[in-house]
């Protein structure tokens, strides 16, 4: 069994910053990519970021400039730091870990207020 726990997200105004954290636990050999999907109501789950475990990162492009991604392989974890963040960045954010499957944290709303 694998675990993800998401922390981070909130209400933010346009321009500010929030930091959002995934940490894996459970039976964990090796994860291979880590990242997080956003969902917005009435709209398809969309990649926001990827890292592998060698650290190549992927961005959308809605977010290259503002978001960065990044990973500690020794916790498991993978955060997201986005900074000017703007209304139409509102969303439920879901993190993944792929390991042998593809295992998901439960989804943290970030509310982008303008």
Do not use: H
Not at 56 to 81: H, P
Not at 88 to 99: F, G, K, R, W
């Amino acid at each position: 069994q694998v675990q993800l726990v998401t922390s981070g997200g909130g209400l933010v105004q346009a321009g500010g910053s929030l930091r959002l954290s995934c940490a894996a636990s459970g039976s964990i050999f090796s994860i291979n990519a880590m990242g997080w999907y956003r969902q917005a109501p009435g709209k398809q789950r969309e990649l926001v970021a990827s890292i592998s475990s060698g650290g190549n990162t992927n961005y959308a492009d809605s977010v290259k400039g503002r978001f960065t991604i990044s990973r500690n392989n020794a916790k498991n974890t993978v955060y997201l730091q986005m900074n000017s963040l703007k209304p139409e960045d509102t969303s439920v954010y879901y993190c993944y870990a792929a390991i042998k499957s593809w295992y998901w944290g439960r989804g943290t709303q970030v509310t982008v207020s303008s």
